[in-house]
């Protein structure tokens, strides 16, 4: 069937356009994000995550698999964030900063998690700064 030829034809030419097209993104933003499994983490990330696989602690830990080509990175946390430890936060900067990764990773002292915008906290800055780090940077 001819038709049915055709329409085959397009269905790998449209393959052949989407091998083309990278699924890394240029750029991340992360707020109060869970990062590490080893040290200091989000308890139900980790449940729900790794069924509590040891294994799964490294392997799931971003701050262990962070190179030079990571994407350009904007990452906050709040240090009275009840949830998620404001320390992943600090270890992900590590991690970028050891693989020479552009980023910016703020803590804010006060605004807990799951704030927003904060504009009621002392993180009232973290859109306005990760917007001008991406204008600045992409």
């Not at 050891?98 to 803590?107: D, F, I, R, S, T």
Request: proline share 5%.
């Amino acid at each position: 069937d001819p038709e049915m030829s055709r329409g085959l034809g397009d269905v790998y030419k449209r393959q052949e356009q989407y091998r083309k097209i990278s699924a890394r993104p240029d750029a991340v933003g992360l707020l109060y994000p869970v990062i590490s499994f080893t040290s200091e983490y989000h308890e139900g990330s980790y449940i729900y995550n790794t069924n509590e696989k040891p294994g799964l602690r490294e392997k799931l830990s971003v701050e262990f698999h962070i190179t030079s080509d990571y994407p350009m990175t904007y990452a906050y946390a709040n240090a009275d964030d009840g949830c998620v430890p404001a320390s992943n936060t600090m270890r992900l900067n590590e991690a970028l900063e050891k693989a020479g990764v552009k980023h910016l990773c703020e803590v804010y002292p006060t605004g807990d998690h799951g704030i927003g915008l904060g504009y009621h906290t002392s993180a009232k800055m973290w859109s306005e700064n990760m917007l001008a780090f991406f204008d600045q940077n992409l």
